[in-house]
């Protein structure tokens, strides 16, 4: 595929605003618009134009994760300027890819019509908030959000460190830098001691892959560093579990005194269609390192959180439950979206594990 078929694709996908587009071979190529996909004309991908398109996207590095996972992602800039995100999958020896428009301005706060407390952790000079989220559930803009809150404030010296720079910050109040992991930083683990090193006071990375990443957060903030960083998960209680199920079981004790020491919030979120326009707005379960939280989270009693956060709604905690209700009394949100979703946040917060160690 060259860039005079796939130009035009990506132009019918701006007119529409449409999120995504799915090149599959044999299959016509496909565009996602709200929760629909629908094709875009009659003719076929074949594999051979997928792989011609990928041969002049890739570099060597890319081509070398590729083989040895199965997928990557890379940034292709359209011949508008247009930024999209570029994520090419191998599987049989098959292609398939998938490009996503990436944002032309960062989102604020009052866009995305977040909750009060959300913001409040960026007036924080030092600790560990955790962003959780799964993939398309807002959790990379919501943390944009959060990083254009702390560029207006000329006492920040930000470093944000990224697995892919999806929204480019424009110079502000605050110093500023943007890094990418592979193409101005190796990895997560050097970008924070990096940044550490630099003195810088606020940290900011898109996701925590692994226990050694996870390790070097919570050194830079014994260090005095506030730190944001996502976590994959959709819950409060699941963004804490997965960073402690990240170490060896006789280190966890240590994780969560650690963790409960540092720890400022957690946030979770997800995505519904908005009732009476499009869009989707954020559904966001938050949590505040209150005494009662740091306690629960240094016993491993992580099944007394969801109590913790309905009883503490007057320190700005809320539950997802609870702030699913608050859209639908708003009427953003069906309710029949609403009760699609419901129970199974309700099962997932009656499961809440102990991971104290007996």
């Known amino acids: 595929m ?10 019918a996908m701006e007119r529409v605003s449409a999120s995504a587009i799915y090149l599959v071979p044999g299959r016509p190529p496909c565009m996602r618009v709200q929760r629909r996909v629908v094709e875009l004309d009659a ?28 997928q990557v992602e890379v940034l292709y800039l359209g011949q ?23 944002p032309t301005k960062v989102p604020t706060f009052e866009a995305l019509e977040l909750p009060d407390q959300v913001a409040g952790f960026a007036r924080h000079r030092s600790g560990l908030v955790l962003t959780g989220g799964f993939f398309g559930s807002g959790k990379s803009t919501l943390l944009a959000a959060i990083v254009d809150v702390l560029n207006a404030d000329p006492t920040r010296h930000i470093v944000t460190i990224e697995d892919a720079i999806e929204f480019v910050h424009r110079p502000d109040a ?14 997560a683990i050097g970008g924070i001691r990096q940044a550490v090193a630099a ?30 960083c996502g976590v994959e998960s959709g819950s409060v209680v ?56 740091r306690g629960a989270i240094r016993s491993g009693n992580f099944q007394e959180l969801p109590g913790i956060m309905h009883r503490c709604r007057g320190l700005g905690m809320q539950t997802a439950e609870a702030a699913l209700r608050a859209l639908q009394s708003a009427h953003l949100v ?25």
């Open 334 to 358: 069906s309710d029949e979206d609403a009760q699609l979703y419901l129970p199974q946040r309700e099962g997932q917060s009656g499961a809440a594990p102990s991971l104290a160690v007996r």
């Open 2 to 11: 060259n860039n005079s078929r796939l130009e035009p694709l990506l132009q």
């Open 43 to 70: 003719r076929s991908v074949s594999a051979d134009q997928i792989d011609e398109f990928v041969r002049d996207l890739l570099f060597t590095d890319h081509r070398e994760t590729l083989a040895s996972t199965g």
């Open 199 to 228: 003195g810088v006071d606020t940290i900011v990375v898109s996701e925590v892959h692994d226990r050694e990443t996870l390790n070097e957060v919570i050194t830079a903030v014994e260090s005095g560093a506030l730190v944001f």
């Open 238 to 293: 699941g963004a804490l579990t997965e960073v402690v199920l990240r170490a060896p079981l006789e280190e966890r004790a240590r994780l969560r005194t650690r963790l409960a020491r540092a720890l400022r919030g957690v946030t979770a979120q997800y995505l519904l269609p908005r009732a009476h326009r499009s869009g989707r707005v954020a559904v966001v379960e938050i949590l505040v390192g209150s005494p009662a939280v």
């Open 174 to 187: 605050a110093l500023l830098h943007q890094q990418e992991i592979g193409v101005h930083v190796e990895n």
């Open 80 to 102: 508008d300027g247009r930024r999209y995100r570029a994520v090419v999958t191998e599987c049989g020896g098959k292609r398939t890819m998938t490009l996503r428009p990436l």
